[in-house]
């Protein structure tokens, strides 16, 4: 299979592959909860205690109660307190309310629901859905998500299996709601009143709250017969996480959007004093926030919330003032059940909240029964554990207490229905969902194939180029039909073995169910192991010499160990949260080496000098290229030590410092506003230089590029004065309607590719426009060789037009047009203060690649250093990528990612839209760094040839990397899937390297477009240039 290795695109196509392989190992890491279709029902009551009849449904009853869940996004624990919340204070004060302390599985992060244009408001719109969805999920079904369930919820699919709302709608009950759409999408058909606020664009903190405070008055005034209009009410007030995540739990605007819900709180508390029926309402928030603003961590503020009871009659809190007692988000469902009168939702593992218990023996214990024989109800529970033996010895004694009606036998079956109830949702809660591990492991040394099969390419690829040619000769080459007989064979032993391993292992993963759909997967799989064998075994075969590599310096070591030792730094949870730290570490441990090798080079040139060697008195390109060194690279690299100095100041990322103040956090106070618009003004004028500069590889025919460049940039600066972002005296400006500038904008990029590909293609010249005469265009077809007497050229077998010189042209010219549309439209995504990373990016990526070059510090001449340049230049600016990743702000936490670029240019939401703008926001930095690589590589090839010689060779380094992070790290989360911190800390990790990895294939495929456009124009050149020529 040596097609295979030789092919440009292999390497391509094997990370395709590893993609899938990722998407397996997902699959079994993540598994869907696998809902039981368990729907309740009044009838499911037990009416016998141990053979002791009771009215199950008499002793069941709660009485007449209309019920409201009061959810304020983003109440963490301390606000409900009397600093923040008089009424409520003053309600737990007296007892007349409960709080509970109520934990929030974790991770709190939630998907995009807000916009601003500014630095953390932008932050919102990665704040929504997603944790709505996994807490509400909690306190309405009684039972708790899953990690998959939390990230494939962008659209907040509906709930599948039982809830509060379903029972309560059986019931015939009245169910309204006044909030966050979401609910309406999660539980469609399920209100018989309602009305949803969106919060997409929604940037103030009142009108939100408003829409939900405006239907208070109708809905809570009693009728004739003095009942409430409704039976269940959820109210969801948004005002407060919208404050939280765009200034933090600190911003003054925090206390009087609390006195406000304080006085909403008030009103439905009066309200219910005017009811003939009891009224309670359940205060609570989905999840916390943290100080410096946002949620997506395990950490007290972002999980523990206040769960506050007020009854409107007859209420005493059971517990003594002070925190209450610690309950979990999956309490809520089956409690609000009960007071609806309803059955336990179906698939529910919560509790009764303690402090609503009937203070009735008799009920109180037959409510214990009822929740715990539901539990021991659930597929799955194990009977030989001791809690189910505490769950029988509790049956026992509460069935004595019927007969004998003694305190003695009360008081055991209590305490041993809370022993057992505790262990048990404990137990289910854990064991919700269960590993894959048949999926898990195939991923696994399916990703460890690929890796392999990509290293052998690699490998192959860093070869002479004379010596892959020598080593082919010697060859047998098999025929085709050959090939394909012995992958046939190939393909049916590692089916067979695949099958063997489903039916040994006797797994129940849906890999080994054999369904249609299922069955695709499984031959895919198989045909992905024989691919990945037959490569393997070829590159071992002819990656015979690697003699290039022996020009390796200590400088490429240093970053091939670099990047090999990062992928395993992650068994450490801490290098995780803290990623930015190591890449921080290598590019300083990095720039210190290219320094003292620098310094070496130097002293040992003057050293020689001094002692009269005959090495430096016969060279005198040596004495040229040591004052290079000494005036060129020094001031480089003090300018690069700068800038990175600089640069990882600007925003604090990963966990633990998160909190420190950093530049951006000063540039964005209103009285440096100043100082913020000219970091805005000089990185976009930067960019806009940078951009003019690289036009030299174009056809810039008329000045037509440059033209459309500073119109671009122009519109740029426009839409910031539009955005508030800059200041302009004229008022008119900053109503400017945003999304008609960045059309435009899109235009005029869409116009500049358009104009570049028609100079090139000769239609310019058919319409009598001839730039390369009067413009002195130098890109254009020719014949270096006319025909003449003394020379004839056969057409079959020659080519007399410089097709391969244009080719490499458009290349170079495509490229560095791709890099221009790249730094223009991630400036007018970027916050603010970021904008000077488009620049440095571009800085970074040129000073470096000027201080790595092996030529200059090489003082022995004459070394064919290609292979090593090209492996060390796609190296550093992966780790130009990667640093630049967390200068701007990101982390491992699904919590610092920023969704505010993703609605720039729009008017109403687009997942596609959003997700692209997002990406190439979130991975601008790589984005950069890779596209100005493959600029350098077009710009420093002499042929056509060698630049897709460079292209083959950078795209297996890229792909090669790109697995071995992707399968490290799947190891890694495999062996720690029962870490504590696996929902945290791993499993978001996880998460970045799928999008990475998606992004890099999207990459790559960028590049394979523009060579196989390259072949297009000169195809269509062709058919246009040649005849006008001939």
């Not at 059986?170 to 009143?193: A, H, I, N, Q």
């Not at 909240?353 to 539990?375: C, E, G, K």
């Not at 439209?825 to 970027?830: A, K, S």
Request: with cysteine; net charge neutral.
């Amino acid at each position: 299979m040596l097609p295979w290795l030789e092919h440009r695109w292999t390497g391509l196509g094997l990370l395709v592959m590893t993609l899938g392989a990722l998407i397996l190992f997902f699959f079994g890491f993540f598994p869907l909860k696998y809902h039981t279709g368990k729907l309740a029902h009044m009838d499911d009551l037990p009416n016998f205690i141990d053979d002791i009849s009771i009215d199950g449904h008499q002793v069941y009853n709660s009485g007449e109660n209309s019920v409201i869940l009061m959810v304020i996004d983003g109440l963490r624990y301390d606000f409900a307190s009397e600093q923040y919340m008089p009424f409520v204070g003053q309600l737990l004060k007296n007892k007349s309310a409960c709080i509970h302390v109520s934990v929030a599985e974790p991770p709190t992060v939630t998907m995009p629901r807000i916009k601003s244009p500014e630095r953390k408001t932008e932050k919102a719109q990665w704040r929504r859905t997603i944790n709505f969805w996994r807490d509400v999920f909690a306190m309405m079904t009684g039972s708790v998500s899953t990690f998959a369930d939390v990230a494939l919820n962008f659209g907040a699919p509906a709930v599948k299996g039982d809830s509060v709302l379903r029972v309560a709608r059986s019931r015939g009950l009245r169910t309204v709601m006044y909030g966050d759409d979401t609910w309406l999408r999660l539980f469609p058909g399920l209100w018989v009143e309602y009305d949803g606020t969106t919060s997409f664009y929604v940037t103030d903190y009142t009108e939100v709250d408003n829409n939900v405070t405006r239907h208070l008055d109708k809905i809570l005034a009693p009728d004739e017969t003095k009942k409430p209009n409704f039976d269940f009410l959820v109210l969801h007030y948004l005002g407060l996480d919208h404050i939280g995540h765009l200034e933090g739990a600190r911003s003054p605007k925090i206390a009087p959007k609390l006195i406000e819900m304080d006085n909403v709180v008030k009103k439905i508390y009066t309200a219910m004093q005017k009811w003939d029926r009891t009224g309670v309402l359940f205060i609570c928030g989905d999840h916390g926030m943290r100080d410096a603003g946002g949620h997506g961590g395990a950490t007290p503020a972002e999980v523990l919330v206040p769960l506050v009871v007020i009854k409107s009659k007859n209420f005493v809190c059971p517990h003594p003032v002070g925190p209450g007692p610690t309950v979990a988000q999956v309490d809520v469902a089956p409690t609000i059940a009960w007071l609806l009168n309803a059955p336990l939702p179906g698939e529910s593992t919560g509790r009764i909240l303690p402090s609503l218990l009937p203070d009735d023996i008799r009920q109180h214990l037959y409510l214990l029964h009822v929740v715990a024989s539901h539990n021991a109800k659930l597929p799955g529970l194990p009977t030989d554990r001791e809690f189910y033996k505490q769950f029988k010895r509790a049956v026992e004694h509460f069935a004595l207490y019927l007969v004998t009606n003694s305190r003695g036998p009360a008081t055991t079956a209590k305490e041993f229905y809370e022993e057992s109830l505790e262990e048990m949702t404990k137990y289910l809660t854990e064991t919700t969902v269960s590993f894959d591990m048949f999926a898990i492991a195939i991923g696994l040394f399916l990703l460890y194939a690929l890796t392999t099969a990509l290293l052998c390419v690699t490998l192959y690829s860093l070869q002479p180029e004379n010596q892959r040619k020598l080593s082919n000769t010697h060859t047998h080459r098999r025929s085709s039909l050959g090939s394909i007989i012995a992958f046939v064979i190939m393909l049916a032993i590692v089916t067979f073995i695949l099958t063997v391993s489903c039916f040994i292992t006797e797994t129940k993963s849906q890999v080994c169910s054999f369904d249609s759909l299922w069955s695709l997967v499984f031959m895919s799989i198989a045909i992905a192991f024989t691919m990945s064998y037959f490569i393997i075994k070829s590159g071992v075969e002819k990656t015979q010499e690697l003699s290039s590599l022996k020009y390796l310096n200590i400088i490429d070591y240093l970053l091939i160990g670099g990047t090999l030792f990062h992928a395993w730094s992650f068994f450490g949870t801490s290098f995780i949260e803290e990623e930015h730290m190591t890449w921080y570490f290598l590019w300083n441990t990095l720039m210190f080496f290219l320094l003292i090798r620098t310094i070496v080079v130097v002293v040992m040139y003057l050293n020689k000098r001094l002692v009269g060697a005959t090495e430096v008195q016969e060279k005198s390109e040596l004495h040229e290229r040591m004052c290079i060194v000494g005036v060129g690279i020094l001031p480089k690299w003090i300018l690069l030590i700068g800038l990175h100095r600089y640069l990882r100041t600007m925003n604090q990322t990963g966990d633990r410092w998160l909190f420190l103040p950093d530049t951006a956090d000063w540039l964005n106070n209103p009285e440096n506003s100043f100082y913020l618009q000219a970091h805005l003004v000089i990185g976009i004028l930067l960019t806009m230089a940078i951009c003019l500069y690289n036009l030299r590889h174009l056809n810039n025919i008329m000045q037509m590029q440059s033209a459309l460049t500073v119109v671009a940039t122009a519109l740029i600066l426009i839409y910031r004065i539009s955005t508030k972002a800059l200041y302009t005296p004229i008022e008119e400006m900053k109503t400017w309607d945003t999304v008609i500038i960045v059309n435009i904008i899109w235009g005029l990029l869409a116009a500049q590719f358009i104009f570049e590909v028609l100079s090139y293609t000769g239609v310019l010249k058919i319409i009598n426009f001839d730039p390369s005469v009067k413009y002195n265009n130098k890109f254009v077809y020719n014949k270096p060789k006319a025909k003449t007497e003394d020379y004839h050229y056969d057409p079959i077998i020659e080519e007399p037009w410089n097709l391969e010189e244009v080719k490499l042209n458009l290349a170079r010219s495509l490229s560095h047009l791709l890099l221009n549309h790249l730094m223009l439209i991630i400036i007018l995504l970027m916050r603010p203060h970021n904008v000077i990373m488009v620049p440095s990016v571009y800085i970074t990526c040129m000073l470096t690649s000027k201080l790595m070059d092996h030529k200059l510090l090489d003082n022995k001449p004459g070394k064919r250093t290609e292979v090593v340049d090209t492996l060390s230049q796609t190296l550093v600016h992966l780790w130009i990528g990667f640093l630049f990743f967390f200068y701007q702000g990101n982390s491992n936490s699904l919590a610092s990612v920023d969704l505010g670029s993703g609605y720039v240019g729009l008017r109403e939401y687009s997942p596609v839209s959003v997700a692209l703008r997002m990406g190439l926001h979130a991975y601008a930095g790589p984005t950069l760094a890779g596209a100005t690589l493959f600029c350098s590589v077009a710009t420093q090839a002499q042929t056509w040839q060698q630049y897709l010689q460079s292209v083959w060779r950078v795209t297996n380094i890229y792909a090669l990397h790109r697995a071995y992070c992707v399968t490290i790290y799947c190891i890694i989360a495999a062996i720690f899937r029962h870490h504590l911190y696996v929902w945290t800390v791993f499993s978001p990790k996880l998460l970045y390297d799928f999008v990475a990895t998606v992004f890099s294939i999207q990459a790559l495929l960028t590049i394979a477009e523009i060579i196989i456009f390259t072949s297009f124009a000169s195809w269509l050149a062709k058919t246009v240039t040649f005849k006008t020529k001939l």
